[in-house]
């Protein structure tokens, strides 16, 4: 004879297993909708379309992937004074960790040739201002969507300008090896020369401050054909990874920064970050930032 079960026990029961159903139902939808908990770059192998790019995406064509790990600089390095590049590929940073593992200045990508600005700019330019960060803005070169002048004006007006108020830095031109095709973009080392000369004119033009150039040895002096004609307008920073002293290109005396890895590790930022060193000191980095070198 079967057991007797109240209303109420049958009730309870009933509840119970609703509930049972619809939490395991929940539980499904959520596992097989969640994305990955972070977004990753294009592989080495993979093309880099517009919008897509950040600083190194041409350099790690030309020096690997970028570890410093062989008989070059520590990513751990931290003596001088020293900073990181990052974009929305970075995700969500915590700045205040960054502030606090010894990161005195960034760079933040702002935009990208003629209409891409990148999506973390904001919360990145902001969050490290707030967090008593030295910070500045870069501009990803695509020379083969439009003229030089006509990015300048783009990144100067999308988050690449500049104001006295010790804390920000001039802009970056950032150009080097296309991430996307043709290693000089398919412009001739005249044509090239032109490009930069009309970025660098009107952005100070636009800003009063001479734009800050990142490239490499063997892109400049590939694609500019050993040009001197920015060496005493723009302070050069020089990407050479794995190597402990950075070799620069034709025309430049010496190096303002140095990013010495793609695959550096800092508090505050998952997974790898460049790391940079500016050549001097705190002081001269401030007199970067207000003009006053």
């Known amino acids: 004879m079967p057991a007797y079960s109240s209303p109420t026990r049958r009730l309870i029961r009933s509840r119970g297993a609703l509930l049972a159903g619809?939490?395991?139902?929940?539980?499904?939808?959520?596992?097989?909708t969640a994305g990955p908990a972070a977004a990753a770059p294009p592989g080495p192998d993979e093309?880099?379309?517009?919008?897509?790019?950040?600083?190194?995406?041409?350099?790690?064509?030309?020096?690997?992937?970028?570890s410093s790990a062989d008989g070059g600089m520590s990513t751990m390095d931290t003596?001088?004074?020293?900073?990181?590049?990052v974009s929305h590929w970075q995700g969500a940073i915590n700045w205040g960790s960054v502030k606090a593992a010894g990161i005195d200045f960034a760079y933040v990508k702002?935009?990208?040739?003629?209409?891409?600005?990148?999506?973390?700019?904001?919360?990145?330019?902001?969050?490290?201002?707030?967090a008593g960060l030295i910070r500045g803005a870069y501009?990803?070169?695509?020379?083969?969507?439009?003229?030089?002048?006509?990015?300048?004006?783009?990144?100067?007006?999308?988050?690449?300008?500049?104001?006295?108020?010790?804390?920000?830095?001039?802009?970056?031109?950032?150009?080097?090896?296309?991430?996307?095709?043709?290693?000089?973009?398919?412009?001739s080392t005249t044509q090239m020369r032109t490009w930069v000369n009309d970025f660098y004119n009107t952005y100070k033009a636009r800003t009063t401050r001479d734009v800050v150039i990142y490239t490499t040895a063997s892109w400049w002096n590939t694609c500019t054909g050993n040009w001197t004609g920015m060496s005493t307008k723009s302070p050069l920073?020089?990407?050479?990874?794995?190597?402990?002293?950075?070799t620069i290109p034709s025309g430049f005396p010496t190096w303002t920064i140095w990013q010495y890895s793609a695959t550096g590790r800092v508090g505050g930022v998952a997974g790898d970050v460049d790391r940079n060193k500016f050549n001097g000191t705190m002081t001269r980095l401030l007199a970067l930032a207000n003009n006053t070198a």
């Open 79 to 85: 003596s001088g004074v020293q900073g990181i590049d």
């Open 47 to 66: 093309p880099v379309q517009s919008g897509q790019a950040w600083m190194g995406a041409g350099t790690r064509i030309e020096q690997g992937p970028g």
């Open 22 to 32: 619809v939490l395991g139902s929940v539980a499904t939808l959520l596992v097989t």
């Open 110 to 130: 702002a935009t990208e040739g003629t209409s891409y600005k990148d999506t973390r700019f904001s919360a990145n330019y902001t969050g490290s201002y707030n």
């Open 237 to 246: 920073w020089v990407a050479h990874w794995g190597t402990s002293s950075p």
């Open 139 to 187: 501009h990803f070169a695509r020379p083969n969507a439009s003229n030089g002048a006509t990015q300048a004006a783009y990144f100067a007006g999308s988050g690449g300008g500049w104001s006295k108020d010790g804390k920000t830095l001039p802009g970056v031109l950032d150009i080097e090896h296309n991430p996307s095709g043709a290693m000089c973009y398919g412009l």
